[in-house]
T-cell receptor, first 115, second 111 residues
């Protein structure tokens, strides 16, 4: 089975540009999570969805960040405008609905560098 | 106080030794506990989950949970160089599928 798929794997952009990160969860998983990992702050949950509906976005740092899940197999995290402090590795993870819904499987991540 | 705290590293152990990793959490109502392994430049990989007090063994890994003390640990027996990684403790603090992660403990196994 394919795992969680993220694209791009690496993104380098300039301050002020729009950045869109993409995620395809594991087929059949009802939960999707977006995380950010930095050396200073560790792994932080930004937002998570259940059945394509955003459940908790309390971790989204500010209005420059937005996330959507238009269908069960695709989600985007958008940063507009981007700033150097947004440089981090962004992970997408998914979970099944039953039997360990809090057991999360991570994608390979997108390493974002904002110059 | 952080929600999930891990013992500070890095932890260096000789090959064949036992590596002991500790984690404490703040929410007494937490029900689910996980250990993830993260190799440098890679994504976190689930290696253990534990839900009940006591020990849970899986190969060379043993997770221990003590809810009264709000403490969870991971033992790695017969440590191998391939175990060199950062180990993240994760706790489901409020049973709403959100995980809170500790800062991680980096383990280096010396050949």
């Amino acid at each position: 089975d394919a795992g969680v798929i993220q694209s791009p794997r690496h993104e380098v952009t300039e301050m002020g540009q729009e950045v869109t990160l993409r995620c395809k969860p594991i087929s059949g998983h009802d939960y999707l999570f977006w995380y950010r990992q930095t050396m200073m702050r560790g792994l932080e949950l930004l937002i998570y969805f259940n059945n394509n509906v955003p459940i908790d976005d309390s971790g989204m740092p500010e209005d420059r960040f937005s996330a959507k899940m238009p269908n069960a197999s695709f989600s985007t995290l958008k940063i507009q405008p981007s700033e150097p402090r947004d440089s981090a590795v962004y992970f997408c993870a998914s979970s099944p609905a039953a039997g360990g819904a809090d057991t999360q499987y991570f994608g390979p991540g997108t390493r974002l560098t904002v110059l | 106080q952080k929600e999930v705290e891990q013992n500070s590293g890095p932890l260096s152990v000789p090959e064949g030794a036992i590596a002991s990793l500790n984690c404490t959490y703040s929410d007494r109502g937490s029900q689910s506990f996980f250990w993830y392994r993260q190799y440098s430049g890679k994504s976190p990989e689930l290696i253990m989950s534990i839900y009940s007090n006591g020990d849970k063994e899986d190969g060379r890994f043993t997770a221990q949970l003590n809810k009264a003390s709000q403490y969870v640990s991971l033992l790695i027996r017969d440590s191998q160089p391939s175990d060199s990684a950062t180990y993240l403790c994760a706790v489901n603090l409020s049973n709403d599928y959100k995980l809170s992660f500790g800062a991680g403990t980096t383990v280096t196994v010396r050949a």
